[in-house]
């Protein structure tokens, strides 16, 4: 069984510039979460996809975007990047039940200078 | 309001002493609750959940949790701490009528030889 991975491990980037955040979910999931955590703080809801489409959606502005592919792969693009977009970028993978327990990727850490 | 609150941001035990992490949570509906780790540098790993069956939940790695729903309280524990236990330490609550996962701000474990 092959657990959730996440692509680059590490990115720095400008203030102003775009940013896309690749996942790819554990065998047998359909369903993506993306959470961002600051550091020294618990990881925050961004949002959900399933089924190519966005399930749900936490305190973020439209910056923050997604896209889920027919093999349950994600991405999340920031755009317009701003200094407090520094964090670490979680992305878990799930079965549709809500409530479930979802199983986290090792993260993208994003530097914004 | 839906969340959860972790009662200890640091906690400082010595090699072979047992655990205590507390964790309350607030709903109006029936949770499902979650523990989940974080090493330095790593993801997230589900130490343990809790979803309506048996009140006292075991775990990876000699964790257990007992729900209280009187109290309305979630705790790890474990009996003799390991080096290797050091690492932050997320209470994590979640319903069948939401999508997301939401936090606590996590609690600091630091075990002393």
């Known amino acids: 069984e092959t657990g959730v991975t996440q692509s680059p491990t590490h990115l720095i980037k400008t203030r102003g510039q775009q940013v896309t955040l690749r996942c790819s979910s554990q065998?047998?999931?359909?369903?993506v979460s993306w959470y961002q955590q600051a550091l020294g703080q618990g990881p925050q809801f961004i949002f959900q996809y399933y089924r190519e489409e966005e399930n749900g959606r936490g305190n973020f502005p439209p910056r923050f975007s997604g896209l889920q592919f027919p093999n349950y792969s994600s991405e999340l693009n920031v755009n317009a990047l701003e200094l407090d977009d520094s964090a670490l970028y979680l992305c878990?993978?799930?079965?549709?039940?809500?409530?479930?327990?979802?199983?986290f990727g090792p993260g993208t850490r994003l530097t914004v200078t | 309001a839906q969340s959860v609150t972790q009662l200890d941001s640091h906690v400082s035990v010595s090699e072979g002493t047992p655990v205590l992490l507390r964790c309350n949570y607030s709903?109006?509906?029936?949770?499902?609750l979650f523990w989940y780790v974080q090493h330095p540098n790593k993801g997230l790993q589900l130490l343990l959940k809790?979803?309506?069956?048996?009140?006292l939940v075991k775990g990876i790695n000699g964790f257990e949790a007992e729900f209280k729903k009187s109290e309305t309280s979630f705790h790890l524990t474990k009996p003799s701490a390991h080096m290797s236990d050091a690492a932050e330490y997320f209470c994590?609550?979640?319903?069948?009528?939401?999508?997301?996962?939401?936090f606590g701000a996590g609690t600091t474990v630091t075990v002393r030889a």
């Open positions: 994590v609550v979640g319903f069948l009528n939401d999508y997301k996962l939401s």
């Open positions: 709903s109006s509906y029936s949770p499902s």
């Open positions: 809790y979803t309506s069956a048996a009140t």
């Open positions: 065998s047998g999931h359909n369903t």
């Open positions: 878990a993978s799930s079965f549709r039940l809500a409530g479930d327990e979802q199983y």
